[in-house]
């Protein structure tokens, strides 16, 4: 298990499509491990593979009082409601943006053993899900901005966890 250096938003791998994971071997288990700790390390409430420079479609998330959540190959089925949240990301220190996200979302994918899962959420849990896979898919929070007017520097006591 390693910390792996983040991948800053000017890279290209944060803004193009990953390629979909066809066998969970031993290479992926190192990369969800060091995923975990990566994740860890930098504070995170997920992280996905491309913020490490991994072109693969492998996320983790790991929110207060819950277990780590491991995705491979994950999409989103079901949405509902709209919320708008302030958000960050490890790869575009120090900034937050508002938001426009679902409230309520239904995610599939395997876990890290290849069992097919669903997971059904809300809150913190379905918004960090909606962070995560967009990364997967080339989408990084600020194209979700209405203006970049929105995105704004922030302060030490900013609370929400960057993902």
């Given at each position: 298990m390693a910390i792996r250096p983040l991948t800053m938003m000017d890279n290209p791998v944060l803004h193009r499509k990953a390629?979909?994971?066809?066998?969970?071997?031993?290479?992926?288990?190192?990369?969800?491990?060091?995923?975990?700790?990566?994740?860890?390390?930098t504070g995170g409430a997920g992280l996905a593979a491309p913020q490490i420079g991994v072109p693969l479609q492998v996320v983790v998330i790991e929110i207060p009082d819950e277990d780590v959540v491991t995705?491979?190959?994950?999409?989103?089925?079901?949405?509902?409601?709209?919320?708008e949240m302030v958000e960050?990301?490890?790869?575009?220190?120090?900034y937050r943006g508002e938001?426009?996200?679902?409230?309520?979302?239904t995610a599939k994918g395997r876990d890290r053993s290849g069992?097919?899962?669903?997971?059904?959420?809300?809150?913190?849990?379905?918004?960090?899900?909606?962070?995560?896979?967009?990364h997967i898919n080339g989408i990084v929070y600020i194209d979700h901005l209405e203006s970049m007017d929105k995105l704004y520097k922030a302060e030490p006591t900013d609370s929400p966890e960057e993902s």
């Open positions: 390629k979909r994971v066809r066998t969970i071997d031993d290479s992926i288990q190192k990369l969800i491990d060091d995923m975990i700790d990566t994740m860890r390390d995705l491979i190959n994950p999409e989103l089925v079901k949405t509902s409601g709209e919320r960050g990301c490890l790869s575009l220190p120090g938001v426009k996200r679902w409230e309520s979302v069992k097919a899962i669903r997971i059904k959420a809300d809150g913190l849990l379905a918004h960090v899900l909606q962070h995560e896979i967009d």
